[in-house]
DNA sequence: CTGAAAGCGCTTACAG
DNA sequence: CTGAAAGCGCTTACAG
């Protein structure tokens, strides 16, 4: 390969010392014009890219934020990653993914992989910080992960002072699905989807008995029908919710997968939407487009979210004093799948 | 924070000079049982990981390989991304990825991040690498960057011998597609999405062409119909399709994404898929299971293609020979929207 | 404003 | 088998 140029290299050809060279490269210290001037005609001549490596190990920082997520193909994680790396690489931080494949065991090595990399910050989402009933162990090992490096978990249910916390607000955002359905005569609201020993489930399901319970409504309990996340699992739900007595004029999912997988088989049932059911799904993933009908579903601020994990991991970095946990507002994108009873 | 701990602490409370613990943490020399398993307690104790930054500094490799790609939210990408990760991680690399947010330039920005990053090797995909007409610039970028890192450059058509390239078969895929759909007596076949300036849209319109002579038909020029690769261009490409006189019976998309938008614009017609209109998909992302009707479509062995990725610019930084070139069967997936005429 | 020197945390010839 | 020392490519007090 072609020899390495180093800061000696342009030192010795500039004809001053690395000290200097490294004071124009970081603008540290003031350094004469002309020589300035003499020093990065060679960079340039040489289009000198100071070794990271080399000047991380120097800082004793990597600059370098670790990200774990459960799955990088399911476009609510990488709609988020995508506007993280944006705003990072505005702060000169890099982020490091590490994708868990859906397995509480690999977050653990991921956690041991970021540790070896010396990031200066983690981003956790998904996975083990939703659990209702996580282990000690997996609890204590990102606690500790945390009180060494700074942490933040995006819409993750893990309390602990280590930690700062970024989430949309999910109560609000369920709010206002409830005012629009309600305001279009729907007075029997069901929830499909989400797992019982996921937090989300928990508080989203929550949410919508508090919604109700303003608008002077209940929800009927055999409505909320969990079962996981996915697609499958949204045809699975209303197969469930096909199977009782009595069924609510309008469902809300635990996200748009979910509801995706409720379209599906509501048209194999030849039920339509919005027809004979109102359908609103959840996190206004960039497919909700594609379904018929179009998905009216609720978004998450995917820019503000992005740019507040980094600000806050920045912050925390730095030793800024930052809220224990920040709230981004969610909005109700109507499309097609509801309608007036 | 909790101060560093270093391999120094290590050897002093082992009482061992820091060579031995280094010899013992990478496995480089022969230590004896005694005093291994002395310095092994204590490396337990502290549960010590050994500095990546430091160790890669003076290994004067990063251990990291660079990806670019132009849109971590698209499945297909994404799906190899994750892929890719499992085996590198497997041969001890991390994996930096860059997202260039379809922005050819923001692709330089990328490789100056990686370069800066010393990254071991780079993986390219789509971006400049499809560009028919690329720019003496983007290309000598991308060329020079080859010339000082093992490159690969994924179904991409830069020719050169400093990369290697991985590809799937892309043609061979086309040609499964098209046996099947002459099988079901069909002889007036279309190719809708994909970008006139964009390689894999020529390659995979002279692909059906070959792939439809085999059987003695030709294709109608018409109905060869470009326009993008996302879902809205599916649904334009249909519009266009709609206005012509006479119409094929079946048509193969580009990708996924387009065959989906292009289902939904069928549904907005009353035209019905697969009754009047057969419709093939490409890639398999995983959203293919959701359409209505599910779509049949040209699968990419997203695990054999990952492997081969990271297998190849292995060897590659190991310098050992590779093919200037490896090509990854596809796998015709039949579903549900197309059917006899 | 500038240079010589030490340090970041590891690894690896070189001796013994 | 083991240690002292130099080196990886930077940055930054410390002097001047």
């Given at each position: 390969m072609s020899t390495k140029i180093t800061i000696y290299d342009i030192a010795r050809e500039a004809e001053v010392s690395v000290a200097t060279v490294s004071r124009i490269l970081t603008g540290s210290a003031p350094v004469s014009p002309e020589t300035k001037q003499r020093v990065e005609a060679v960079l340039q001549k040489h289009k000198f890219r100071p070794n990271k490596l080399a000047r991380n190990l120097s800082y004793?920082?990597?600059m370098m934020l670790g990200v774990i997520l459960p799955d990088i193909?399911?476009?609510?994680?990488?709609?988020?990653?995508?506007?993280?790396?944006?705003?990072?690489?505005?702060?000169?931080?890099?982020?490091?993914?590490?994708?868990a494949m859906n397995s509480l065991e690999l977050e653990s090595e991921g956690l041991a992989y970021l540790s070896r990399h010396q990031v200066d910050g983690l981003i956790f989402m998904g996975g083990r910080v939703n659990e209702i009933t996580l282990s000690d162990r997996y609890r204590a090992e990102l606690v500790d992960f945390a009180a060494k490096v700074p942490t933040v978990i995006v819409n993750g249910g893990i309390q602990s002072d280590l930690v700062s916390i970024?989430?949309?607000?999910?109560?609000?955002?369920?709010?206002?699905a409830v005012d629009y359905l309600t305001g279009l005569g729907h007075t029997q609201i069901g929830m499909l989807g989400g797992s019982a020993h996921i937090t989300v489930t928990r508080d989203r399901q929550a949410a919508l008995r508090a919604a109700l319970a303003e608008h002077g409504l209940t929800v009927c309990d055999e409505w909320l029908i969990a079962d996981s996340f996915s697609i499958e699992s949204g045809e699975v739900c209303l197969e469930r919710l096909l199977q009782l007595p009595e069924q609510p004029t309008a469902v809300i999912c635990i996200n748009d997968l979910v509801a995706l997988g409720v379209l599906?088989?509501?048209?194999?049932?030849?039920l339509d939407v919005p027809k004979q059911l109102s359908v609103v799904g959840f996190d206004d993933i960039y497919l909700t487009a594609v379904s018929a009908p179009e998905l009216t579903t609720v978004?998450?601020?995917?820019?503000?979210?992005?740019?507040?994990?980094?600000?806050?991991?920045?912050?925390?970095?730095?030793?800024?004093?930052?809220?224990?946990?920040?709230l981004i507002d969610m909005e109700l994108v109507v499309r097609d799948s509801c309608r007036r009873v």
């Open positions: 004793q920082r990597s193909t399911n476009p609510y994680f990488s709609t988020i990653f995508a506007e993280m790396q944006r705003d990072a690489l505005a702060s000169d931080y890099s982020l490091l993914l590490f994708n970024v989430q949309t607000d999910e109560r609000g955002g369920i709010a206002q599906k088989a509501a048209r194999h049932h030849q978004s998450h601020n995917y820019a503000a979210l992005g740019s507040t994990i980094i600000d806050t991991i920045v912050k925390r970095i730095n030793e800024e004093s930052v809220p224990a946990s920040v």
